[in-house]
């Protein structure tokens, strides 16, 4: 049956991308050692393109969260730099250069209008009318497959408080960012979480958690 | 070696205790739901004074936890009800009762100066001049033992914070608590933690880390 799925890398204390982000930074302070233990990985660097990489503990955890997802809901915070205005004449059009590493639908959700972008064999739509309306269209685009909420916090805080996240997995990473984007925040204690598995990896804990409604 | 060490049970977004601290909820709304998993073992019923309880996984981490305490550090907070004042006439006495569990000098950090409290055989030691202070005296009276500091958030994330920490656990509670005392408010990226060890249990992952200068 299709799932709604999110995971993430996290800090110990709580962040998933550090203060400040910015053009040159688009993790914040540290938040590329957020990553580390993933961008040195063969399944990571296939997967956009790239040569090389290790194989390790990480790389089944890594390989299982890639499968038989369908399509991606991310915040207009991870499709692009910050900036919070209208698109303009010469719209953003995504970190991934033309061939995103997606293949398959990106829904982004934003306050701005847009038109659909198609890049190669990935189409962005953007959502303005918020996260319902991005489920119901990400899943009339999956069939049987999985929707996966690509982040950042914010996105990933109002699935989890409106109840319609399926499944959390956190890469816990043994470092502290001292501030930036908070995932849980906003989320109160009616969000129960059931223990999936826990497994430990080279750089990083990963758990895995079923999400009670 | 002696080594200074802190354990404790943190919800999933961060919390070690909840918010609204009172008389009451000592430990906050949804405080104590953090401590089921402790609180139903045989190890900490025997040590707290009680017969019966369980025998699981959990057992073995707190044994160890428990095993060559010398002396124990914890804020004011954590002996007594939010106050901010002065001691008073008839101050209080501890949550523990004429029997307090510790059996071992414990040191009370406060702002308000008091002569030290003998119960049973545990003394209170009230240290009015900081962590550091504190922690010189805890060390005169362990010898070769560790000394634990036994928190809260504020009394850990200071002891963080001063690179005065050798070992921290965590047990990992996957409960949202949505407010309340945050470990490792304050504390920056300077602190790097080197996992030991991760263990899955009932209810709870125990998460312990080396903390390096």
Redesign the interface.
Known sequence: MSKVRADISIS???YVAGANQSMEEPLGA?GERLHEWLTALKVWREASGMEGGEVNDNSPVVREAYANVGAEIMGRGKFGPPSGGAWGEDPWRGWWGDEPPFHKPIFVITHHERAPLTLSDTTFTFVTDGIHSALEQARRAVGAKDVFIGGGAKVINEFLAAGLLDELE?H?V?????GGAR??EG???E?????I??L?APGV?H?K?RVVR
Chains 1, 2 share one sequence.
């Open positions: 110990l204390d709580g540290g956190l816990l043994p470092i502290l960012l001292g995932l849980f989320v109160g204690p969000v129960r979480l059931e223990p598995r826990v430990e804990t758990l958690y």
